[in-house]
């Protein structure tokens, strides 16, 4: 069971970077997805996770209306798209299944694997 997660990189406040989720070894249906995030010196925090049993999406407050995620079961492969990117974005990203089971939630502690980090710097 792997979780590889791609897609980070430095962008201007106000930019926009898509990170992939992938699965190996096994298939996320039966998965609910988190991604997470850890600045240095903080806390890792939840970002948003999706459910498999409805599709229910949840974000942490500071993101809603600008991070976006979506899961492609077909390719076992599981999307955030961070828009209106801003500094205090800027921190390690994790992708995360909980499972198997249908929902999600926004805790760390929920998760049973978890991805290798990419990082997503945001700075002019």
């Known amino acids: 069971v792997q979780l590889q997660a791609s897609g980070g990189g430095l962008v201007q406040p106000g930019g926009s970077l898509r990170l992939s989720c992938a699965a190996s070894g096994f298939t996320l249906d039966y998965y609910g997805i988190g991604w997470f995030r850890q600045a240095p010196g903080k806390e890792r925090e939840g970002v948003s996770c999706i459910s498999v049993s409805d599709g229910n999406t949840y974000y942490t407050d500071s993101v809603k209306g600008r991070f976006t995620i979506t899961r492609d079961n077909a390719s076992d492969t599981v999307y955030l798209r961070m828009s209106s990117l801003k500094p205090e974005d800027t921190a390690v990203y994790y992708c995360?299944?909980?499972?198997?089971?249908?929902?999600?939630?926004?805790?760390?502690?929920?998760?049973?694997?978890w991805g290798q980090g990419t990082q997503v710097t945001v700075s002019s």
């Open positions: 995360a299944a909980d499972g198997p089971w249908p929902g999600c939630g926004l805790l760390p502690q929920e998760y049973d694997y």
